[in-house]
């Protein structure tokens, strides 16, 4: 991608955001794995792989941030482009290995039989990896007809995966017990919402934005749309499996 000359304001969000969310996923890690002690060995995969999720991110966002300082000098509140370009092809890698992890953790998490299980998170997986890599020639298209031939193709697994979330799901969903079934709901909405934030972004330069402005809109906007979807749901997920636990762990049959 070719860097665009932020202003000293522009580059200074950019960089604390970086910064913010490299730490908030690094955190996010360490909690979820040790928190594994306090889940059932039936949970135990969906917390493992909701650190994972994060790990992974909080790697690519370590990498985004050192990106992000070798395409700039910042000197006396002036920036100046270094030469070198700033990697944006961190996000898709990163997307491409974790989006299909979050779609799994909120299966495994359900406890659903092992067909469903399997059946569900290959369906999820390859749907949620199509998205992505339908996705990224458009990202980094040049023109914006090109940006929409591509978002728009993206857009066919992601309305399959919105379809899968609320209706096939759905069932799924109600018979899981009932003190976990707001929570799990909640999942499924905060994923849908995060989810349909990105889309929002990657739309930004049909709106005349151009330069440093679309450059800010889209790393603010990817940063917090993964925010809520990898720490945020993966918070969710360990909430759900400790409650199910605890649940089960006082007798309560889990529904099937």
């Given at each position: 991608?070719?860097?665009?000359?932020?202003?000293?304001?522009?580059?200074?969000?950019?960089?604390?955001?970086?910064?913010?969310?490299?730490?908030?996923?690094?955190?996010?890690?360490?909690?979820?794995?040790?928190?594994?002690?306090?889940?059932?060995?039936?949970?135990?995969?969906?917390?493992?792989?909701?650190?994972?999720?994060?790990?992974?991110?909080a790697y690519h966002?370590?990498?985004?941030?050192?990106?992000?300082?070798?395409?700039?000098?910042?000197?006396?509140?002036?920036?100046?482009?270094?030469?070198?370009?700033?990697?944006?092809?961190?996000?898709?890698?990163?997307?491409?290995?974790?989006?299909?992890?979050?779609?799994?953790?909120?299966?495994?998490?359900?406890?659903?039989?092992?067909?469903?299980?399997?059946?569900?998170?290959?369906?999820?997986?390859?749907?949620?990896?199509?998205?992505?890599?339908?996705?990224?020639?458009?990202?980094?298209?040049?023109?914006?007809?090109?940006?929409?031939?591509?978002?728009?193709?993206?857009?066919?697994?992601?309305?399959?995966?919105?379809?899968?979330?609320?209706?096939?799901?759905?069932?799924?969903?109600?018979?899981?017990?009932?003190?976990?079934?707001?929570?799990?709901?909640?999942?499924?909405?905060?994923?849908?919402?995060?989810?349909?934030?990105?889309?929002?972004?990657?739309?930004?330069?049909?709106?005349?934005?151009?330069?440093?402005?679309?450059?800010?809109?889209?790393?603010?906007?990817?940063?917090?749309?993964?925010?809520?979807?990898?720490?945020?749901?993966?918070?969710?997920?360990?909430?759900?499996?400790?409650?199910?636990?605890?649940?089960?762990?006082?007798?309560?049959?889990?529904?099937?």
């Open positions: 991608m070719e860097t665009a000359i932020v202003s000293p304001f522009q580059y200074s969000l950019i960089y604390n955001a970086f910064s913010f969310t490299f730490a908030t996923m690094a955190a996010t890690t360490i909690f979820l794995w040790f928190g594994r002690s306090q889940v059932s060995a039936a949970y135990k995969n969906a917390v493992t792989i909701s650190g994972l999720v994060t790990a992974i991110a966002y370590l990498r985004i941030f050192e990106s992000w300082e070798s395409a700039y000098h910042y000197v006396n509140g002036v920036v100046s482009a270094t030469g070198i370009a700033f990697n944006d092809a961190y996000r898709y890698v990163d997307w491409l290995l974790t989006v299909p992890l979050l779609l799994i953790e909120l299966v495994l998490v359900m406890r659903l039989t092992r067909e469903e299980t399997v059946q569900k998170g290959w369906r999820l997986g390859l749907a949620a990896a199509l998205m992505i890599v339908l996705g990224y020639p458009g990202e980094i298209a040049s023109d914006i007809p090109t940006r929409a031939l591509w978002g728009t193709l993206s857009a066919i697994p992601f309305v399959y995966i919105v379809w899968e979330l609320f209706s096939g799901l759905g069932k799924s969903i109600e018979r899981q017990p009932e003190a976990v079934r707001g929570l799990v709901k909640q999942a499924r909405l905060l994923t849908f919402a995060s989810w349909g934030f990105y889309p929002i972004v990657y739309m930004a330069p049909y709106a005349n934005l151009a330069g440093p402005d679309v450059e800010t809109v889209i790393q603010i906007g990817y940063t917090i749309a993964d925010l809520i979807a990898k720490a945020g749901v993966g918070l969710l997920v360990f909430a759900i499996a400790a409650r199910k636990s605890e649940v089960e762990a006082h007798g309560t049959p889990h529904a099937a």
